[in-house]
């Protein structure tokens, strides 16, 4: 099983350029996620999906955008990239229903914005 | 207050002893504690998963909750090289079908020497 799929890896954005992180599931879940890990900081969640169709803010929403026409693809939009927004992006899925509430999370893709 | 609070160390000892990783809250609504692993440059793991105040273990893992004192442990015996890696608590008001509402700790990076 691939589980979750995150591209690209890297990249690098100049301040104002837009860019799309991809991330596909392969695991039938209905909820995906989109985190934010930053240096000491820990995990902030920036927007989440309940099912296709379907996406509601996070914690730290502002300057991004997502979209769920699938129940695989959840793709996280940077408009406007700003050096705040150099992070390590991680994609997450899991289960409504696991009552351990296990997130299944992508390898992460590192941006970087001069 | 921050809701969740980790030393984010870091942490060094020696193989074979015992650690400790703590994380303290401020939320009483949390009733749902689970521990994540994440090796460098990889997305994390969940790794211990428990409800309400206890104790479970899993091999040479415990996770401990005390609710009254709003404080939670990971408790590592036999440490080995391969147990090197950053390790976040998460906690939630509410089981399955909520995983949006998760909070991080910062993550406590350990390192375990041969």
């Known amino acids: 099983n691939a589980g979750v799929t995150q591209t690209p890896k890297f990249r690098i954005l100049k301040i104002g350029q837009s860019m799309t992180l991809q991330c596909t599931q392969d695991m039938n879940h209905n909820y995906m996620y989109w985190y934010r890990q930053d240096p000491g900081m820990g995990l902030k969640l920036i927007y989440y999906?309940?099912?296709?169709?379907?996406?509601d803010k996070g914690e730290v929403p502002n300057g991004y955008n997502v979209s769920r026409s699938t129940t695989e693809d959840f793709p996280l939009r940077l408009e406007l990239a700003a050096p705040s927004q150099t992070s390590v992006y991680f994609c997450?899925?899991?289960?409504?229903?696991?009552?351990?509430?296990?997130?299944?999370f992508g390898e992460g893709s590192r941006l970087t914005v001069l | 207050q921050k809701e969740v609070e980790q030393d984010p160390g870091p942490l060094s000892v020696p193989e074979g002893a015992i650690v400790s990783l703590n994380c303290t809250y401020s939320?009483?609504?949390?009733?749902?504690f689970m521990w994540y692993r994440q090796y460098s440059r990889k997305g994390p793991e969940l790794l211990m998963y428990t409800y309400s105040s206890g104790n479970k273990e899993d091999g040479r893992f415990t996770a401990q909750v005390d609710k009254s004192s709003k404080y939670i442990s990971l408790f590592i015996r036999d440490s080995q090289p391969s147990d090197s890696a950053t390790y976040l608590c998460a906690m939630s008001p509410n089981s399955g079908g909520s995983n949006y509402k998760l909070t991080f700790g910062k993550g406590t990076l350990l390192t375990v020497n041969p």
């Open positions: 939320n009483s609504a949390f009733q749902y």
């Open positions: 999906s309940v099912g296709a169709g379907i996406t």
């Open positions: 997450a899925s899991s289960y409504a229903t696991d009552p351990n509430q296990r997130l299944f």
